[in-house]
């Protein structure tokens, strides 16, 4: 994740107001990349396409319906797990690397373990709820389908064994993949950042290299009780990398590439290649006019392992995104936007309950049989729901907690504010 998309972030410390102004750098005029922001600036741009990656991810594991049609990964390679963990990678840089600068190594590193046992504990509630709610449906409507669908049929036959294998991260229910992905990538931060520090592109090129061996030696976690994790974490470790190495002035580095209408060019033209390879997943009669040799070196395209196809679809989407979406676009303030910039601004608590809302969708889809309206009427119910409580979580946090949000913000504690940085 979180696919997670990202679920930390927030104010930056209270002493970085006096930063001086090379720190919260602003990309050059008419330049596309990622700006770190000033002071106590929200980059609303990420705050945007993370809330907008929970309400695909949302939308992705319900039942195949008319909204499903509108997620990126019918169109091309990647999906919204990508759009999460570059954020992810991208936020808490920018929040824990300052934290690493001016409080030092260990209270950095003491600050990112706090965030990962916030992560773990939630997920561990959201494992609880999402099982009882799971087992309650199974029962009540005696169906036993839905444990086998879900993933929790080794749960009911030996629980004890499967509660110790769940603390440990190696069994999961479906949908529950990118928490424990995000809490891995956030473990090895501290070590990520240090090395950052001294020499950022230096990180990078060893993330690309772990990435290699990762295909090369088929390196993996596995899973209980058998299989491997459905994100591979030393694979997926090279997104997350590249969005700390961007905060950390990578972005402002490729400026000048971005900029470039070559690079443009090059985005459009792949973006347009991975979409009529994917309409041929959908039209077969279309199938026979991709070359044999060229679907051989292609497939499988895994999403487990991230496909070098799925980043460089990635890549040409946030290239495109950054040049055509400044960061002070006036569209960012419409209040026609403001759900999906609240959704991302709490995305963990977001990503729990859109997890609840899809079993919730799917059963009801599968109770009552219903087509293409109860189909989107459930699509946009969710997203409401989910609008509603991040309106909610916003609401207490400024003016309900307002005294308790005083507090953090002079102490400067970017831990446990959720939002982007």
């Known amino acids: 994740m979180t696919s997670v998309a990202d679920q930390i972030s927030g104010p930056p410390l209270a002493a970085e107001a006096g930063v001086v102004a090379r720190d919260g750098l602003l990309a050059q005029a008419g330049a596309p990349a990622i700006a770190r922001p000033v002071a106590a ?3 609303l741009r990420l705050d945007l396409f993370r809330g907008l990656a929970l ?23 990647s999906d919204a797990t990508e759009i999460f963990i570059f954020i992810s990678g991208y936020t808490a840089s920018f929040v824990y690397g300052r934290a690493m600068r001016d409080a030092g190594f260990i209270v950095a590193t003491a600050r990112i373990l706090r965030r990962v046992w916030q992560i773990y504990v939630a997920h561990v509630f959201l494992f609880t709820i999402f099982l009882a709610e799971i087992s309650y449906v199974a029962t009540s ?21 499967t509660i110790v294998q769940a603390l440990l991260l190696r069994f999961r229910p479906v949908n529950m993949d990118v928490l424990p992905l995000y809490i891995v990538l ?4 501290p070590l990520i950042l240090w090395l950052m520090r001294r020499s950022a592109d230096l990180t990078l090129g060893l993330s690309v290299l ?31 990398v590249f969005g700390a190495w961007c905060a950390q002035g990578g972005a402002q580095r490729m400026s000048r590439i971005l900029a470039s209408p070559i690079t443009l060019w090059i985005c459009f033209a792949y973006l347009l290649f991975s979409f009529l390879v994917t309409l041929t997943w959908y039209v077969p009669q279309l199938s026979h006019f991709m070359p044999r040799r060229l679907e051989q070196w292609m497939y499988p395209i895994s999403k487990t392992d991230l496909d070098v196809l799925r980043f460089a679809h990635f890549l040409a989407l946030a290239a495109i995104t950054v040049r055509f979406l400044p960061k002070d676009w006036p569209g960012l303030k419409s209040p026609w936007l403001r759900p999906l910039i609240l959704c991302g601004q709490h995305s963990l608590e977001i990503f729990c309950l859109g997890v609840f809302l899809a079993f919730a969708g799917h059963f009801v889809l599968a109770e009552l049989s219903g087509g293409t309206g109860l189909h989107f009427i459930i699509s946009i119910s969710g997203i409401l729901i989910m609008s509603a409580a991040a309106w909610l979580f916003s609401w207490y946090k400024h003016s309900a907690d307002k005294s308790g949000s005083k507090a953090k913000a002079t102490g400067g504690n970017a831990d446990l504010a959720g939002g982007g940085a």
């Open 210 to 240: 772990l990435y290699a061996a990762t295909w090369e030696f088929d390196l993996y976690l596995s899973a209980y009780p058998n299989g491997f994790w459905a994100f591979n974490p030393f694979a997926w470790q090279l997104l997350f």
């Open 41 to 43: 600036e929200r980059e």
């Open 186 to 189: 956030m473990l090895f931060l």
């Open 141 to 161: 409507f005696e169906n036993p389908l839905y444990t086998e669908e879900m993933g929790i049929l080794d749960f009911l036959k030996e629980p004890d064994v």
């Open 55 to 77: 309400w695909l991810i949302f939308i992705d594991h319900l039942p195949q319906n008319l909204l499903t049609w509108l997620t990126i990964r019918n169109y091309g390679f």
